[in-house]
């Protein structure tokens, strides 16, 4: 098959701005009561759905992190055995999800209060404050604060 560069992927250019978004990010899970109470309480994200869905004997279960308003998580109950295997390692032993936050430190420490495991601890990187923790399951997490001239910090 040739390659295509990107620029010739589309055809069509659109007149109008696009506005997209990535709305969830699904974490396969063992247990969905488990993973809420792990999100909500220990992490204080929202829990915005929490839906049973008779159709596919499954719930749509959906969780925010404190003060956001985009990407949510989607706990996804692993129902086979493949997707059993991928509980706690999602992203290959890699951090999979990065959590930004306004205030590195109260975070941090309110976080070690609530018994989160930190892997990595806090140190500062060009681009700001970062720690990696394990969610319940083992999946890593970047909890990070990034320096004020980071791109990242004026998307938050």
């Known amino acids: 098959m040739p390659s295509r560069s990107p620029g010739k992927l589309h055809k069509k250019q659109r007149s109008e ?20 109470e792990f999100y909500t309480n220990k992490l204080h994200f929202t829990l915005v759905e929490d839906t049973y869905q008779p159709q596919q004997d499954k719930r749509w279960v959906v969780v925010l992190p404190p003060g956001g308003n985009a990407t949510t998580i989607l706990l996804a109950k692993a129902s086979k055995p493949r997707q059993e295997a991928f509980i706690g390692d999602q992203a290959g032993g890699r951090v999979f999800l990065f959590l930004a936050t306004d205030d590195f430190k109260r975070d941090y420490w309110d976080m070690k209060k609530n018994g989160i495991h930190f892997v990595r601890e806090p140190k500062e990187a060009d681009y700001g404050t970062v720690a990696v923790f394990k969610d319940l399951y083992g999946n890593l997490w970047d909890l990070v604060q990034f320096q004020e001239e980071h791109p990242m910090c004026k998307r938050l």
């Open 17 to 36: 701005t696009v506005k997209q978004a990535i709305v969830h990010i699904a974490l396969v899970v063992r247990d969905y009561d488990e993973a809420i």
